[in-house]
């Protein structure tokens, strides 16, 4: 399956694992990159030191590439961004913000640069600014999230850009990569599925409550401070949204998240933790390795696509 993101990545596959919060570790990014797709390491709020043995320990699991994700909302991102040049990572994903500020210093040090983008504006400003690709994510996905759909956003930076872009949200296996495809992406950028993985060291519970979840059981937490999530529903998200209604602080609902993706990751507290997920968790059924998933998404959309209609 030759694009030029396999071409730009190195990769077998097409297919990138997203650079999750407290679950995209060494563990899953080493095993999405030993598959033949592009593992990625979460670098969220953690701490440069953190992020800096985390690309340490993959690299003693896997000889191929895998990515970084910079989490600029992080207070950490400006370590987290010197460390990646530190530790010759190959490939870096910025999300959550404008990267600007580190572009330069990326490229100079040879790194692949492929910032998330949630709008057609973010997308030509970082092709001007001399980004390798863009992800274009579009609101299904998991966690921090933009406003347009992926069907949407998709081909309206297909149009606006030169250089190759990687879609995400909402995809989770073979029709849905064939159908980013037919939207012009080259590539796809893959989540919530890999929670659900063996190989993701995430709680029992967590992957359960992926593989349980009916088509409309994520909701939207933080929009009325503008930083929207997509998790699925449980007790604490129904608090969330009831404080959120009677129009209390921030500050206020800050306090109810605070660990909370923490707790349902490692703890498996699914009921009061932050239960990341994208709107495709209704799709998944099953906890499959990644070696199987990769594989499995790649073939079912190579058949899609040579499919003949006649
Ligand atoms: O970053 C993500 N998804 C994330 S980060 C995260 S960690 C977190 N934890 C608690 C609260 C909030 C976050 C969980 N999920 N995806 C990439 C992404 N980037 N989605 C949307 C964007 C985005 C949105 C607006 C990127 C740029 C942007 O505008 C930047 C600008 O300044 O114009």
């Given at each position: 399956m030759k694009t030029r993101i396999t071409e730009l990545l190195g990769?077998?596959?097409?297919i990138i694992q997203g650079g999750m919060?407290?679950?995209?570790?060494q563990h899953l990014a080493a095993a999405v990159s030993n598959a033949g797709g592009l593992g990625v390491i979460g670098g969220a709020n953690a701490p440069g030191e953190v992020v800096r043995d985390m690309i340490r320990k993959c690299r003693e699991m896997t000889d191929k590439p895998f990515g970084v994700n910079v989490?600029?909302?992080?207070?950490?991102a400006p370590d987290v961004a010197r460390v990646v040049v530190e530790e010759g990572v190959k490939v870096v994903f910025p999300g959550a913000g404008n990267p600007g500020q580190y572009i330069d210093m990326w490229k100079q040090a040879g790194i692949k640069v492929i910032p998330v983008v949630a709008s057609v504006a973010l997308a030509k400003i970082m092709e001007k600014a001399g980004v390798d690709a863009v992800v274009a994510e579009?609101?299904?996905?998991?966690?921090h999230i933009g406003e347009a759909t992926t069907m949407t956003l998709v081909p309206q930076v297909v149009d606006a850009v030169k250089i190759p872009v990687i879609a995400a949200g909402g995809i989770a296996d073979g029709r849905g990569m064939a159908a980013a495809f037919m939207l012009g992406a080259e590539g796809v950028q893959v989540g919530t599925r890999f929670v659900a993985?063996?190989?993701?060291?995430?709680?029992e519970n967590y992957k359960e409550k992926i593989v349980n979840a009916?088509?409309?059981?994520s909701t939207v937490t933080g929009r009325s401070h503008g930083h929207p999530v997509r998790g699925l529903r449980n007790q604490m998200t129904r608090e969330y949204l009831k404080l959120e209604s009677e129009g209390r602080p921030f500050e206020e609902l800050e306090h109810l998240t605070l660990g909370a993706l923490r707790r349902a990751v490692?703890?498996?507290?699914v009921k009061n933790g932050t239960v990341m997920a994208g709107?495709?968790?209704?799709?998944i059924h099953d906890i499959e390795s990644c070696e199987e998933i990769v594989h499995g998404m790649a073939d079912e959309c190579e058949k899609l696509l040579n499919k003949k209609w006649s």
């Open positions: 990769t077998e596959y097409p919060a407290w679950v995209a570790e989490m600029l909302m992080s207070p950490y579009g609101t299904e996905s998991g966690g993985s063996k190989e993701a060291v995430v709680h009916k088509d409309i059981d490692q703890d498996g507290d709107q495709i968790a209704g799709l």
